[in-house]
């Protein structure tokens, strides 16, 4: 099953499509409540990826592969996956999502040398506790031999390094993981992956790239940590005396036409409010 992307060319520079391929683990399913991750790795066959999974989890084994299903005895959370064969645009699709996060030559090398992916799918609701959850089991994953971590709902790539730090600790900035908020087309700025915590992305218009991106970080962040009651009309500021916001309604997502990118709670446009 083929999705198509807009893979972030620059951190700052409009997006080009790329296609991206993925397995056929949700054919014929709501793909739209879906987290889904992906994690090239060294398994030559389903076999070798469950016999990785179980010594990864050697002696407490609490992560356990069978099927299609792989399960966290200890927090009773499962995942779906799919396991496929070496995919020849994996390289390309990795450089193209990991130049926000920076990926050098040497990792961008270690994803060619796959010989297979794996599609991490999650079962529960979207939701910050969700996104947590298959985090860690995608760093499991990482310790099994995966080499890297795509989020395909986000359209963001890691380094299997930079993966484990960022969920290694008792707190993870979940946020970082699953969110990209510096899509732009140069003069509009808006937010990607927001759906996978169960929330509303954000849009704007007409700001400057790097303000645009800490504005949207912030009211991400704002929604993410102190759960408000957001309605259409009330505005918005980074703080005291910051230029204010007034929310409304975006009908026409940069992304509505993508399963994968869509966020089917909604997004949010801020729009600059004006003196009068």
């Not at 991206?20 to 879906?34: F, P, T």
């Not at 359209?155 to 969920?167: I, P, R, V, Y």
């Amino acid at each position: 099953m083929s999705f198509f992307r807009k893979a972030v060319q620059n951190v700052i520079g409009a997006n080009q499509p790329d296609s991206i391929k993925l397995s056929n683990a949700e054919q014929g399913m709501e793909d739209e409540h879906r987290i889904i991750l992906c994690i090239p790795g060294p398994w030559e066959s389903r076999s070798a990826f469950v016999r990785a999974v179980a010594e990864a989890s050697t002696p407490s084994a609490d992560y356990v592969a069978a099927g299609t299903i792989m399960t966290h005895g200890l927090s009773n959370a499962a995942f779906d996956f799919d396991f496929s064969d070496r995919d020849v645009d994996m390289t390309r699709a990795f450089a193209s999502a990991g130049l926000v996060n920076k990926l050098g030559k040497d990792v961008i090398d270690k994803i060619g040398s796959h010989k297979s992916v794996v599609y991490l799918l999650s079962t529960a609701p979207q939701a910050k506790e969700t996104s947590i959850s298959i985090a860690k089991a995608a760093a499991h994953l990482i310790k099994a031999g995966g080499l890297g971590v795509k989020i395909e709902t986000a359209g963001k790539a890691f380094s299997a390094d930079q993966w484990l730090e960022e969920t290694s600790g008792d707190f993870v900035e979940i946020y970082r993981l699953m969110v990209l908020d510096s899509v732009t087309d140069g003069t509009t700025t808006y937010s990607c992956g927001m759906r996978n915590l169960g929330l509303w992305d954000s849009i704007v218009s007409g700001d400057e790239f790097q303000s645009a991106v800490k504005l949207l970080r912030g009211f991400n962040m704002y929604q993410l940590y102190e759960s408000p009651e957001l309605l259409a009309g009330q505005t918005f500021g980074l703080e005291a005396g910051a230029p204010r916001y007034r929310l409304s309604v975006e009908t026409h997502q940069p992304d509505g036409d993508r399963n994968l990118y869509a966020n089917p709670f909604g997004m949010w446009r801020l729009s600059p409010v004006t003196a009068h």
